[in-house]
């Protein structure tokens, strides 16, 4: 046993315990489901992904700053050069495996519930079926090293078919279990951690890993053999991708991984996600680099809002309307959306449309409003050449899938006339008091729900998951930092801000009536608070996950 400071965190001494040479896990980490995993293999996997790979994650990471400090001077994201292999070259990737070819629906959620997981591989008490289902290490779970080895747990008895889950019987509810049909299962898909995020549990040479190389070789390792015997395609979600050199990493990875399982290159396959700013003006790039392990792109809009109000967060005349005011019928909106489509369908790749984030209602007429927008929107993508899109809840699997009647639209080219058209946020629409009053209970909710290691939570008929999250605390800052004036004539100051969230806590109190953990809520307020208001933008809520104490 040793000890060590984990960087990112308070500069204390931790016990850890050495797995191998030059490999350390926090002593509190060490419990018998995560030693379950942490194989000598698995070890040795996770040493070399990041003796290789981690001095260019760090090095990435400051291009990233060094790029933000530009925008944050003035300038804007721009397309690179137009003469380029990656835009001239006559390439596509890799064709796709069969399992691929329908991906009309598909479902996403964290990972490390067991139940959810089970739900959403598997159809509804109405028969519908989602086509694939994304297991979240990402954005709709808070990595906490517990949920972490849930998580990759998870994913290895879906691989299998044997996950089960039993909830115990309660006053009026008998107990009722959950179980996998092997034979009538979603096709797996794992979604890991992006570039940014430290897993500060384990260290090599002294320095927390990737949290996304641990997610990628846990599973890897653990569930790829069993989907590969059962003529599975390994399949991966990869977010937050800002640029085509972080692809190219991120293929690299890809690459050792088929090594290290003497499987042949393409046997892994990967969507990106096309969410940031950035990232949609080197769409052909990031897919050039993917070539030979790419399943397709994804229109992930809610990030893209968040990284749209964060890149341009100095930028007077792109202050942006309440969140709720931006839909994919915004021209940048719908230009990145159509320029992902055109640029995928002609290199061969899949481009899968975006989320549905409602939970249904609590009555029948606000859960048919909710279907009705939900129809709308997969129709429009439909029409715009989509091969699929998200839905947050089994509830809208069946209205979604309607709206998707053929297995795949990659015969289907865009309507777009120019794949190098206008991307940039425009600042108009409106600023209202109730979108701030949005953006402040999401704040409170969602960070109650994060003190207890909860990632997503369902709230006000949404599903907020980190995303919203950081459209919320992103925006408001933004208002804050350029003294907007709402359109009923409140100027945004922190003294305002501060009165909204007194004034929604005690609203929450009412709604949650008199059993509400008053303390609880107050701390999530006061935490939100002090988020939303920072003087100095903070990049993402997170950059590493919490040391095990």
């Known amino acids: 046993m040793s000890t060590q400071v984990v960087e990112g965190h308070a500069a204390t001494a931790r016990p850890t315990i050495q797995l191998a040479e030059g490999v350390h896990i926090l002593e509190a980490a060490h419990t018998a489901r995560a030693a379950e995993l942490l194989t000598p293999e698995a070890v040795s996997l996770l040493a070399e992904l990041s003796r290789e790979l981690e001095p260019e994650r760090r090095q990435l990471l400051e291009a990233r700053k060094t790029r933000q400090a530009a925008f944050d001077a003035g300038e804007v994201p721009k397309y690179l050069d137009r003469q380029s292999e990656a835009v001239q070259g006559d390439w596509k990737v890799a064709p796709l495996p069969q399992d691929l070819l329908r991906r009309r629906v598909e479902i996403t959620g964290p990972v490390n519930s067991t139940k959810m997981v089970i739900n959403m591989l598997s159809r509804t008490a109405d028969g519908n079926r989602a086509d694939c289902a994304m297991l979240d290490f990402e954005d709709s779970m808070k990595p906490s090293w517990t949920n972490v080895v849930d998580g990759v747990h998870n994913v290895v008895g879906a691989a299998e078919g044997t996950l089960r889950h039993v909830e115990q019987a309660r006053p009026g509810r008998p107990e009722k279990a959950y179980q996998l049909d092997p034979n009538d299962m979603a096709l797996i898909m794992v979604r890991a951690r992006g570039l940014h995020l430290d897993e500060s549990n384990i260290l090599v040479d002294g320095t927390p890993v990737s949290g996304g190389l641990l997610d990628l070789a846990l599973t890897w390792l653990h569930a790829a053999p069993e989907l590969i015997e059962r003529n599975k395609t390994p399949k991966y979600y990869i977010p937050k991708v800002e640029h085509y050199l972080e692809a190219r990493w991120w293929n690299k990875a890809f690459n050792l991984l088929e090594a290290k399982l003497k499987v042949p290159v393409g046997t892994l396959r990967a969507t990106f996600l096309i969410e940031t700013l950035p990232a949609a003006f080197q769409i052909e790039e990031i897919l050039y680099e993917l070539r030979e392990h790419a399943a397709g792109l994804n229109v992930g809009r809610w990030d893209k809002i968040f990284s749209d109000i964060k890149t341009l967060r100095f930028h007077k005349d792109r202050v942006m309307a309440d969140r709720a005011s931006i839909g994919m019928n915004r021209p ?105 009053r949005t953006n402040v209970r999401v704040g409170i909710a969602y960070l109650e729900g994060w003190k207890n290691d909860i990632g997503c939570i369902a709230w006000d008929n949404l599903m907020e998951d980190l995303a919203t999250l950081e459209i919320s605390r992103a925006q408001t800052w933004q208002w804050l930092h350029h003294e907007v004036t709402l359109d009923d004539g409140n100027a945004v100051t922190p003294e305002f801000v501060g009165s909204v969230f007194e004034e929604e806590l005690r609203r929450i109190f009412e709604e949650l009536g008199p059993d509400v953990d008053r303390a609880a809520w107050t701390q999530a307020m006061e935490a939100a608070r002090d988020l939303f208001l920072q003087e100095d933008f903070q990049e993402f809520l997170s950059l590493a996950s919490d040391p095990v104490t």
């Open 332 to 436: 940048w909106m719908k230009h990145y959306a159509m320029r992902l489509i055109a640029i995928c369908h002609n290199r061969g790749a899949s481009a899968l449309g975006g989320m549905a984030a409602f939970t249904p209602g609590r009555d029948p007429e606000t859960r048919q409003a909710q279907t009705d927008k939900v129809e709308a929107d997969k129709r429009w993508e439909y029409a715009m050449g989509h091969d699929g899109c998200w839905v947050s809840h089994p509830y809208f699997i069946g209205t979604a899938m309607k709206a998707f009647p053929r297995d795949n639209q990659l015969d289907v080219m865009s309507a777009l006339d120019d794949k190098y058209p206008d991307l940039l946020p425009q600042g108009s629409g409106p600023k209202t008091l109730i979108g701030l």
